[in-house]
């Protein structure tokens, strides 16, 4: 049986139903496949992932949001024992659709800003409001974003980036590097609501209005890390005053909610920002150069340029030579000048 009969039977048994349209939507990095739904002009969004740990964590956690009244799709249904289940449909628009929209996606007007604002209000709510109460037994694959996520990232970088480039690296001053560099980042509050994956496509524009989705990994952990997930995005051109400019927006926003002091607060922000960019560069590493996959490929120049920009500021705060040394050096790798010269 292939996934749209399963997701076919799974609606008839749970809504009834027998003239279904059902569409597969494009495909993404993971290995859930959404279907649209059309049952007599109405849709929901019908979704299999043989990954039951990820379906008992977005189930869970959509409920739970949906209970504080954070803008998730409503669940409809669930089989877990089919790893299907149904949810609103919020239609195609993402943030990432509504930007490359715009005539020119690197001029962030008044509107965009706007819509950052929002999405940021949004993600403070995420972050502070969205924990409490939230069961830690659902974060899959860890409760909180500790050393070993922060260990796992990193060498996802290394290995699925700095290796398939063939970028040269010492690696026992790697380990040592890494070691620090979760020793720091530890050194902050992480009692937070970590969404994880907190990027352009994963925030549907619904009426003008941010929604979202895919935060199935989500845990505990610091705030810093989702702000960096939405402002160094490497699909998204945006210069650096606009990037300040909507970090400066967000950390008086949630230090005036969490009383957390601003300057250390910024202090961690370089860190976070780093990690994040490493391990998507690992994703695109993974997808695009191990899977053949051109559309991660492409994201991988623009992430490295991103990742060293963050360590100008990052070393400020944390030595970490050779990591430091080792991002520096990434564009003198043959495939790297060959994919650089593919962007242009």
């Not at 869970?60 to 024992?81: D, Q, R």
């Not at 290394?158 to 530890?186: C, G, I, Q, T």
């Amino acid at each position: 049986m292939n996934e749209i009969d399963i997701i076919s039977q799974g609606y008839k048994e749970l809504f009834g139903g027998s003239d279904l349209k059902i569409t597969a939507l494009p495909r993404s990095g993971s290995d859930r496949r959404y279907f649209r739904i059309n049952d007599k002009g109405k849709t929901i969004i019908g979704a299999y992932n043989p990954n039951l740990e990820e379906n008992e964590a977005f189930v869970g956690f959509t409920n739970h949001f949906v209970a504080k009244g954070l803008p998730v799709p409503e669940i409809y249904g669930y089989l877990p024992g089919k790893f299907i289940y149904y949810l609103k449909d919020l239609g195609d628009s993402n943030l990432y659709t509504w930007l490359h929209n715009k005539p020119d996606i690197s001029d962030f007007s008044k509107e965009t800003k706007d819509l950052y604002r929002k999405i940021i209000d949004k993600l403070i709510l995420f972050q502070t409001e969205g924990i409490k109460g939230l069961d830690l037994d659902l974060c899959y694959p860890h409760r909180s974003f500790d050393r070993q996520s922060m260990m796992w990232d990193m060498n996802y970088f290394k290995y699925m980036l700095l290796k398939l480039l063939a970028v040269p690296f010492n690696e026992r001053n790697m380990e040592h590097d890494f070691v620090s560099l979760s020793d720091y980042l530890l050194e902050t509050g992480q009692d937070y609501f970590l969404y994880r994956d907190f990027q352009t496509a994963n925030i549907m524009i619904v009426d003008k209005e941010p929604w979202f989705i895919d935060y199935q990994g989500g845990r505990k952990g610091a705030p810093q890390y989702d702000v960096a997930s939405l402002l160094y995005d490497a699909k998204i051109p945006m210069n650096q005053e606009n990037r300040d400019e909507i970090l400066d927006y967000f950390i008086d926003e949630f230090c005036s909610v969490s009383h957390e002091d601003k300057d250390k607060f910024r202090g961690y922000y370089a860190g976070f920002s780093m990690i994040r960019v490493m391990q998507a560069l690992g994703a695109f590493g993974f997808r695009g150069l191990y899977e053949q996959k051109p559309t991660f490929t492409e994201s991988i120049v623009p992430g490295v340029h991103l990742l060293s920009q963050i360590i100008n500021q990052a070393e400020k705060h944390v030595a970490l030579p050779e990591l430091y040394r080792t991002v520096r050096s990434i564009p003198e790798s043959l495939l790297f000048r060959k994919l650089a010269e593919r962007t242009i």
